[in-house]
Each structure stands twice: as structure tokens, then as C-alpha cells.
């Protein structure tokens, strides 16, 4: 029992011998002084110049080369802007940036005509007379009429109407009747 275990042992032993020689021969330095970098070329051969110096002739021509593309801007998926004529210039564009405001909403337009008013001589309250269509309205200072206004305030040359929807007002200005006595 003893030999076999020492026969064991000793296979073990070259067999690792083996591996660590295989590592070793297989991982040495070829003589570039850094580990793991291989030897340069034996054939490399650097060029023959005497006196190396900047070829100043090569860099004044690529100085005076000027770009004729397309001036697109590659950082936006547009297509590019069609070649303009020579020598005019480019025109300065600014795009919109931001939300687009809304436009105004139309002016305020009362289906009424104001063509008199009334104050009473007690209290001083006022009545604006307005005239739709046919029908004459009656209104005091305060009142709503047609469904949907309010008289806000009645002056002798103007009447302030408010839109009760929205809030918006207008300024109804007094409207003189028609002349009809020529032909007494």
C-alpha cells in the first residue's frame, strides 16, 4: 500500500513539474524588458533623413484651401439649404422658439344699440334704452339683458356693457335717431 501511494505521489509531482515548465518556457520575455510585450520587427528599418524639417510649402497650401460645402449644421436632422448665389450673403433667420401665443380674442360685439337712456328724479337711478332687431329693451344700471350682458354703467354719451361668459367689456357709444321732421 505504501509504494502505491508514493507511485501516486510522484506522478502527481511530474505532473505538475510539467505544467510549471510548460508556463514558464511559454510565458518568458523575449528581450523588449517589458513583460507581457512583444519584440519589435527584426526586420524594422527606420527612413534615412539627414535633416528632418517642417515642410512650411505643404502647410501654406492647406492654410489657403477654403471649405465650399454645404455650411448644414450636422447636429440637426434637417435637409440642407440650397446653395445660395455667389457673393450674396447669408441672411441672419431666427426660428421661434417657445410656446406660440394665442391671438386676441375679437372685440366684444353687443347685438344692441344704445339710443337713450333715462334717470328717475328720486334715487337718481339710471335706464338705457337699447334697441334689438324690433324690440326696444328697457334696462337699468346692474340688470342683464338678452340672456348673457350686463349694463354696467349708463353716462350721457356712452353706455359700459360686460360679456357675463368671459368678463370682457365693451363701450356702447350713444347712437342719435335718424332726423325725420323735413317734411312738416
Known amino acids: 500500500m505504501k509504494g502505491r501511494k508514493e507511485l501516486y505521489l510522484s506522478v502527481g509531482l511530474l505532473f505538475l513539474l510539467a505544467v510549471a515548465g510548460y508556463y514558464f518556457f511559454s510565458s518568458r520575455d523575449d528581450g523588449t524588458g517589458l513583460p507581457g510585450v512583444l519584440a519589435a520587427d527584426p526586420k524594422f528599418e527606420p527612413l534615412q533623413i539627414r535633416e528632418p524639417e517642417l515642410r512650411m510649402d505643404l502647410l501654406e497650401k492647406v492654410r489657403k484651401l477654403e471649405y465650399t460645402g454645404s455650411h448644414r449644421n450636422i447636429f440637426l436632422a434637417t435637409p440642407a439649404l440650397p446653395p445660395r ?14 410656446p406660440k401665443v394665442p391671438p386676441p380674442p375679437p372685440p366684444l360685439q353687443v347685438p344692441a344699440e344704445f339710443f337713450g337712456f333715462a334717470s328717475e328724479p328720486y334715487g337718481g337711478r339710471r335706464v338705457a334704452f337699447f334697441a334689438s332687431g ?23 354719451d356712452f353706455a359700459d356693457v360686460e360679456e357675463l361668459g368671459t368678463g370682457r367689456h365693451t363701450t356702447l357709444q350713444l ?6 321732421g323735413a317734411n312738416r
Open 175 to 180: 347712437v342719435q335717431p335718424p332726423e325725420q
Open 85 to 98: 448665389p455667389v457673393g450674396q450673403a447669408l441672411a441672419p433667420t431666427r426660428a421661434f422658439v417657445g
Open 134 to 156: 324690433d324690440d326696444v329693451l328697457m334696462v337699468g344700471e346692474g340688470e342683464t339683458f338678452l340672456g348673457r350682458f350686463r349694463l354696467d354703467r349708463v353716462n350721457n
